[in-house]
C-alpha cells in the first residue's frame, strides 16, 4: 500500500503536457510575435505567462513530415517520411509509445495526416475525410473506438473532443494530449463565429506581394503558388463546399454574396485583381487562425477552472511556416524563412519565467525529446534532437548547435518546389538546389528579406566556403549523406489541385 501511495505521490508530480499543433499558422500572424495584422489574445497569454521561442525552425517544411519528425525526434529521412505521400510507420518508436511505456494518459484528437492509423495512443481521434487532410465544415473522424462524423465546425469540434477527453481521463495519473488542429490550412474556410472578422477592414499589403524574385536562384520563378495566379475559385471563395448544410450554405452565402457580386461587377485586372484576392485570402486565413485562438481560449479556461493550470504545460506551435502574401505567395515548403520558422510558446508555471524569450536555434526536432525530459524520462539515443528544458528553465547548455540543417524533398508535387536542404546560422543561410546545382546565400542582418543572394559576391567567398564545411559536417551528423532516395512515379506539376496539402 505505501507503495502505491509513493507511486501515486511521484506521478502527480510529473507535469500534465498539452501539446496544441496547428496547420500553417505562421509566427507572422501571431500578436506576441509582433503581427501587423492581427490580433491572438489567448495565444499571447501563452506567450505573457511562458516563453517564446524567437529562431524555431522546423527540418522540412510540409505537413506530414513535420508531424513525423515531431513525433520521432528524428529527421525526416530517418523516420521515413519524407513527404505528403509516405505513410507514417507506427511501429518505430514515437512519443506516444514513449510516454505511455512511463505511465502518461496519451490522447491524439484532430489532424494526424500520416496515412497509417494512429499507434501507442490510448485514445485517438483524427479527421479522415479528404485524404487524411479533414474537411472544415461537417468533419469526419477515424478513431480507436470506430468512425465518427459530426455536423459543425471543424475547429469547434476537435476542441469539443480534446476537452470530453481531459474531463473523462483517470484523474491519479499525469496526461499527454496532442490537440491538432487543421485550421489555419488550405482552402481557409473560417466558422460561423468568425465570418464576419475584418469586414470592412484593408489589410495591410506584405512590401513583397509584387516580388519578382530577381535576387533569386532559378526555382524561386518556376514555383506554382502564387497569389495572382494559383489560388482556386473554391480558396477565393467564389464557390463554395458541397458538404454544407442548407443552413451553413445560407450563412456562408450570406458572408460572402455582397463583396462577390461587387468583385464580378468590378471586372478587375492586373494589381488591381491581385489585391482583391490578397485581401480575400488573408481575411479569410486570419479568420481561421482567430477560431483557433477562441478554441484555445476554451482550453485554457478549463484547465484554469479545473486546477490544472499550475501542472501542466501548455506548448503551442505549428507544423512549419507559410506565406501571407510575401514574395506574392501562400504556402509553404521553402528554406526562406517564412516558411521555415515555426511559431513556439511554451507556458510552465514554476519552471519559465513569465514573459521570457529565447533567442537560440532549436527545431521542431527537439520537441520529443522536450517532452520526454519534462516528464523525467530519459531521451533515446538515437533521438537527433535535444531536449528544450534547460533552455526553458533559463539556462543555455554548453555547445548547443550553433546551425540547423534542412531538407525538402518533394519534387515533382504540388506547388512545383524544386529539393533542397541547406544550413542556417544566427546570420547566415545557405541553400543547395541540388538537381539544378545552384546555390543560393543570404546575410540575414543586412538582408533580413532574403531579396538578394550573395552566393557570387566577392566578399562572401569566405563565408560560403565556411558555410559548405558546416553543411557537409551536418549532413554526416545526421546521416542524410548516405541517405537514398526511394524512386517514386512521376507527376505532372501542372497546376495545384484545390486544397492541396
Same mark, same amino acid.
Given at each position: 500500500?505505501?507503495?502505491?501511495?509513493?507511486?501515486?505521490?511521484?506521478?502527480?508530480?510529473?507535469?500534465?503536457? $498539452?501539446?496544441?499543433?496547428?496547420?500553417?499558422?505562421?509566427?507572422?500572424?501571431?500578436?506576441?510575435?509582433?503581427?501587423?495584422?492581427?490580433?491572438?489574445?489567448?495565444?499571447?497569454?501563452?506567450?505573457?505567462?511562458?516563453?517564446?521561442?524567437?529562431?524555431?525552425?522546423?527540418?522540412?517544411?510540409?505537413?506530414?513530415?513535420?508531424?513525423?519528425?515531431?513525433?520521432?525526434?528524428?529527421?525526416?529521412?530517418? =523516420?521515413?517520411?519524407?513527404?505528403?505521400?509516405?505513410?507514417? =510507420?507506427?511501429?518505430?518508436?514515437?512519443?506516444?509509445?514513449?510516454?505511455?511505456?512511463?505511465?502518461?494518459?496519451?490522447?491524439?484528437?484532430?489532424?494526424?495526416?500520416?496515412?497509417?492509423?494512429?499507434?501507442?495512443?490510448?485514445?485517438?481521434?483524427?479527421?479522415?475525410?479528404?485524404?487524411?487532410?479533414?474537411?472544415?465544415?461537417?468533419?469526419?473522424?477515424?478513431?480507436?473506438?470506430?468512425?465518427?462524423?459530426?455536423?459543425?465546425?471543424?475547429?469547434?469540434?476537435?476542441?469539443?473532443?480534446?476537452?470530453?477527453?481531459?474531463?473523462?481521463?483517470?484523474?491519479?495519473?499525469?496526461?499527454?494530449?496532442?490537440?491538432?488542429?487543421?485550421?489555419?490550412?488550405?482552402?481557409?474556410?473560417?466558422?460561423?463565429?468568425?465570418?464576419?472578422?475584418?469586414?470592412?477592414?484593408?489589410?495591410?499589403?506584405?512590401?513583397?506581394?509584387?516580388?519578382?524574385?530577381?535576387?533569386?536562384?532559378?526555382?524561386?520563378?518556376?514555383?506554382?503558388?502564387?497569389?495572382?495566379?494559383?489560388?482556386?475559385?473554391?480558396?477565393?471563395?467564389?464557390?463554395?463546399?458541397?458538404?454544407?448544410?442548407?443552413?451553413?450554405?445560407?450563412?456562408?452565402?450570406?458572408?460572402?454574396?455582397?463583396? =462577390?457580386?461587387?468583385?464580378?461587377?468590378?471586372?478587375?485586372?492586373?494589381?488591381?485583381?491581385?489585391?482583391?484576392?490578397?485581401?480575400?485570402?488573408?481575411?479569410?486565413?486570419?479568420?481561421?487562425?482567430?477560431?483557433?485562438?477562441?478554441?484555445?481560449?476554451? $482550453?485554457?479556461?478549463?484547465?484554469?477552472?479545473?486546477?490544472?493550470?499550475?501542472?501542466?504545460?501548455?506548448?503551442?506551435?505549428?507544423?512549419?511556416?507559410?506565406?501571407?502574401?510575401?514574395?506574392?505567395?501562400?504556402?509553404?515548403?521553402?528554406?526562406?524563412?517564412?516558411?521555415?520558422?515555426?511559431?513556439?510558446?511554451?507556458?510552465?508555471?514554476?519552471?519559465?519565467?513569465?514573459?521570457?524569450? =529565447?533567442?537560440?536555434?532549436?527545431?521542431?526536432?527537439?520537441?520529443?525529446?522536450?517532452?520526454?525530459?519534462?516528464?523525467?524520462?530519459?531521451?533515446?539515443?538515437?533521438?537527433?534532437?535535444?531536449?528544450?528544458?534547460?533552455?526553458?528553465?533559463?539556462?543555455?547548455?554548453?555547445?548547443?548547435?550553433?546551425?540547423?540543417?534542412?531538407?525538402?524533398?518533394?519534387?515533382?508535387?504540388?506547388?512545383?518546389?524544386?529539393?533542397?536542404?541547406?544550413?542556417?546560422?544566427?546570420?547566415?543561410?545557405?541553400?543547395?538546389?541540388?538537381?539544378?546545382?545552384?546555390?543560393?546565400?543570404?546575410?540575414?542582418?543586412?538582408?533580413?528579406?532574403?531579396?538578394?543572394?550573395?552566393?557570387?559576391?566577392?566578399?562572401?567567398?569566405?563565408?560560403?566556403?565556411?558555410?559548405?564545411?558546416?553543411?557537409?559536417?551536418?549532413?554526416?551528423?545526421?546521416?542524410?549523406?548516405?541517405?537514398?532516395?526511394?524512386?517514386?512515379?512521376?507527376?505532372?506539376?501542372?497546376?495545384?489541385?484545390?486544397?492541396?496539402?
Amino acid at each position: 500500500m505505501l507503495m502505491l501511495l509513493l507511486a501515486l505521490a511521484v506521478g502527480a508530480d510529473r507535469p500534465n503536457i $498539452v501539446f496544441v499543433f496547428t496547420d500553417d499558422h505562421a509566427s507572422h500572424a501571431i500578436s506576441a510575435y509582433g503581427s501587423k495584422i492581427n490580433q491572438t489574445p489567448n495565444i499571447d497569454r501563452l506567450a505573457r505567462e511562458g516563453m517564446l521561442f524567437r529562431n524555431c525552425f522546423c527540418t522540412n517544411s510540409i505537413c506530414a513530415p513535420s508531424r513525423a519528425v515531431i513525433l520521432t525526434g528524428k529527421h525526416s529521412h530517418i =523516420n521515413g517520411l519524407i513527404d505528403n505521400n509516405v505513410a507514417f =510507420n507506427g511501429s518505430q518508436p514515437h512519443i506516444g509509445k514513449l510516454l505511455g511505456a512511463a505511465g502518461y494518459q496519451t490522447a491524439l484528437i484532430g489532424k494526424w495526416h500520416l496515412k497509417s492509423d494512429p499507434t501507442g495512443f490510448d485514445r485517438w481521434a483524427v479527421l479522415s475525410g479528404a485524404g487524411g487532410q479533414g474537411t472544415y465544415y461537417n468533419p469526419e473522424f477515424k478513431t480507436d473506438q470506430g468512425p465518427l462524423k459530426v455536423t459543425g465546425y471543424c475547429t469547434d469540434i476537435t476542441t469539443d473532443l480534446a476537452l470530453d477527453w481531459m474531463k473523462k481521463r483517470d484523474a491519479k495519473k499525469p496526461f499527454f494530449l496532442m490537440y491538432q488542429h487543421k485550421a489555419p490550412h488550405r482552402s481557409w474556410e473560417p466558422g460561423p463565429a468568425q465570418l464576419g472578422l475584418y469586414r470592412d477592414v484593408e489589410i495591410p499589403e506584405p512590401p513583397t506581394l509584387f516580388d519578382d524574385h530577381s535576387g533569386l536562384a532559378g526555382p524561386a520563378k518556376k514555383q506554382e503558388m502564387t497569389i495572382e495566379k494559383h489560388l482556386s475559385p473554391f480558396d477565393l471563395k467564389l464557390t463554395f463546399a458541397k458538404n454544407l448544410t442548407k443552413e451553413q450554405l445560407a450563412v456562408f452565402e450570406g458572408a460572402y454574396r455582397a463583396e =462577390n457580386e461587387a468583385f464580378k461587377k468590378a471586372n478587375l485586372t492586373g494589381k488591381d485583381l491581385v489585391r482583391w484576392k490578397y485581401q480575400r485570402y488573408i481575411k479569410d486565413y486570419l479568420r481561421c487562425v482567430a477560431g483557433v485562438d477562441d478554441n484555445l481560449g476554451r $482550453v485554457l479556461k478549463y484547465l484554469d477552472d479545473e486546477g490544472l493550470s499550475k501542472n501542466t504545460i501548455v506548448i503551442y506551435s505549428s507544423d512549419q511556416g507559410f506565406y501571407l502574401g510575401d514574395r506574392g505567395w501562400y504556402d509553404k515548403r521553402w528554406m526562406y524563412e517564412e516558411s521555415l520558422r515555426m511559431p513556439l510558446i511554451v507556458r510552465w508555471p514554476g519552471v519559465v519565467k513569465p514573459g521570457s524569450e =529565447n533567442k537560440d536555434l532549436v527545431q521542431n526536432l527537439d520537441f520529443a525529446a522536450t517532452f520526454l525530459d519534462a516528464a523525467g524520462q530519459k531521451v533515446p539515443g538515437d533521438m537527433q534532437g535535444h531536449s528544450l528544458k534547460p533552455l526553458l528553465e533559463g539556462k543555455r547548455p554548453e555547445g548547443w548547435r550553433k546551425s540547423i540543417y534542412y531538407q525538402y524533398f518533394e519534387f515533382p508535387g504540388p506547388h512545383s518546389v524544386a529539393k533542397h536542404y541547406g544550413v542556417r546560422t544566427d546570420r547566415h543561410k545557405l541553400i543547395h538546389y541540388h538537381a539544378s546545382n545552384e546555390w543560393e546565400l543570404f546575410d540575414l542582418q543586412t538582408d533580413p528579406g532574403e531579396r538578394r543572394s550573395v552566393y557570387a559576391d566577392p566578399g562572401y567567398q569566405e563565408t560560403v566556403k565556411t558555410l559548405k564545411a558546416e553543411l557537409d559536417r551536418l549532413r554526416k551528423l545526421y546521416k542524410a549523406d548516405t541517405y537514398v532516395e526511394p524512386i517514386m512515379p512521376k507527376k505532372k506539376s501542372g497546376p495545384t489541385k484545390k486544397g492541396a496539402p
